[in-house]
């Protein structure tokens, strides 16, 4: 299982020299850390920490190259993909099915909820290239924090823990703790997450 410190020592070591990648060097770097990761899982740590490298489409080539290594497209996983091939693949079927299989996810997938992860992780990557995020493959970098799907069902379901907890909650004699249960169950209704059951086959990437 590939870590934080498996990245920093096996991929990183090699440009610390300076506070900006060259074209090549970002490549070869992209490159070492899709082998790494290819054939292996890697902790959640470890999937937030290498969004500062990763763009949309360099992220897409791992998911492939994962594929290949007949693992399931989300790093976090180590299963084999649902299917190994599309049961539409090279049969003549309308244009109609081969856009709209529903199961198109298990070629690339162990599950739906593995494809649904790896969308809401690859819609939060930057499309700036990787040699001009200065400073990037440096220990003192400050990267935007990457948020997992695991992490924010977890965080739903503990704020929805905490305000059934609260019933019969009482703050004075205002209704204070009323008021308060109120506050916290509209502010969870923002943020909750809405899934489609029948996501398109690319999701969020298909939005300009």
Same mark, same amino acid.
């Given at each position: 299982m590939a870590t934080i410190e498996d990245i920093q020592k096996q991929v990183l070591v090699a440009y610390q020299q300076h506070r900006q990648l060259s074209l090549k060097e970002a490549d070869l770097l992209t490159v070492e850390l899709l082998e790494l990761l290819s054939?292996?899982?890697?902790? *959640?740590?470890? $999937?937030?920490? @290498? %969004?500062?490298?990763?763009?949309?489409?360099?992220? !897409? /080539?791992?998911? /492939?190259?994962?594929? $290949?290594?007949? &693992?399931? %497209?989300? *790093? $976090?996983? %180590?299963? !084999?993909? %649902?299917?190994?091939? /599309? *049961?539409?693949?090279?049969?003549? @079927? !309308? +244009?109609? &099915?081969?856009?709209? +299989? *529903?199961?198109?996810?298990?070629? !690339?997938?162990c599950s739906k909820l593995h494809f649904r992860c790896s969308q809401f992780y690859q819609v939060q990557l930057s499309d700036e290239a990787l040699f001009a995020r200065v400073g990037v493959h440096l220990d003192d970098y400050e990267a935007g924090r990457v948020l997992l799907l695991e992490e924010a069902m977890a965080e739903e379901r503990d704020l929805r823990t905490m305000i059934r907890g609260m019933n019969g909650l009482s703050l004075g004699e205002n209704g204070a703790g009323d008021e308060l249960q109120k506050d916290l169950s509209e502010w969870l209704s923002e943020v909750r997450i809405v899934e489609n059951e029948r996501p398109p086959l690319l999701g969020d990437l298909m939005k300009e």
């Open positions: 054939q292996t899982e890697c902790t *959640p740590e470890t $999937l937030k920490y @290498v %969004g500062r490298f990763f763009t949309k489409t360099t992220y !897409s /080539d791992l998911i /492939d190259e994962r594929n $290949l290594n007949k &693992l399931c %497209g989300y *790093p $976090l996983c %180590g299963q !084999s993909q %649902g299917r190994i091939r /599309d *049961p539409y693949e090279n049969r003549r @079927v !309308s +244009n109609f &099915l081969t856009q709209n +299989n *529903p199961y198109k996810y298990l070629t !690339s997938f």
